[in-house]
T-cell receptor
């Protein structure tokens, strides 16, 4: 069966520091991969999605970037975090239509 | 990015009551999905709808794909305390891109 792993679960980072969140999927090949952000009490905002290795589509201009160095690995990065980057970050994978989510990373920028 | 409008934004109901929530869009979708999110966790898929007019059940949950392809509703019958959470609809037109609704927060009192 397919599983998705996302880490870390929580992260507190100072303003201006770099960020790297990692997501991996097991039990499938060539999945669509997504990064979403959820502000407190709000809906899910699509940040990036990828349909294959090295293919990244960005939905919202910001100081975040994403990379897909391997088929089942999706990384969310930032060179310098802003206070506004705080939120709940969710990775998801999809075989075609339904999306399945990881447990999320709670990022607090201080 | 585009978001779907969900209503109501929040609901307070008593245990045993039925619940109805809906999702509307200005654009058509080929797939509608409904998710539930517990605090601090990733959303979990409840029901997937693939065809206009389709009515699908999953236990006490029933969802329908609107005939215009621009809306969907979710009903929960005989609510129980573990139904508490945030319910999200999601629509998909083209393969790979999933757009989420703004969420309905459900509270169940005993």
């Amino acid at each position: 069966s397919q599983t998705i792993h996302q880490w870390p679960a929580t992260l507190v980072q100072p303003v201006g520091s770099p960020l790297s969140l990692e997501c991996t999927v097991e039990g499938t090949s060539n999945p669509n991969l997504y990064w979403y952000r959820q502000a407190a009490g709000r809906g899910l905002q699509l940040l990036f999605y990828s349909v294959g290795i090295g293919q990244i589509s960005s939905e919202v201009p910001q100081n975040l970037s994403a990379s897909r160095p391997q088929d089942r690995q999706f990384i969310l990065s930032s060179k310098k975090l802003l206070l506004s980057d705080s939120g709940f970050y969710l990775c998801a994978w999809s075989p075609n239509t339904e999306a399945f989510f990881g447990q999320g990373t709670r990022l607090t920028v201080v | 990015g585009q978001q779907l409008n969900q209503s109501p934004q929040s609901m307070f109901i008593q245990e045993g009551e039925d619940v109805s929530m809906n999702c509307t869009s200005s654009s058509i979708f080929n797939t509608w999905l409904w998710y539930k999110q517990d605090p601090g966790e990733g959303p979990v898929l409840l029901i997937a709808l693939y065809k206009a007019g389709e009515l699908t059940s999953n236990g006490r949950l029933t969802a329908q794909f609107g005939i215009t392809r621009k809306d969907s509703f979710l009903n929960i019958s005989a609510s129980i305390p573990s139904d508490v959470g945030i319910y999200f609809c999601a629509g998909q037109l083209a393969a790979s891109k999933l757009t989420f609704g703004t969420g309905t927060r459900l509270q169940v009192t005993l």
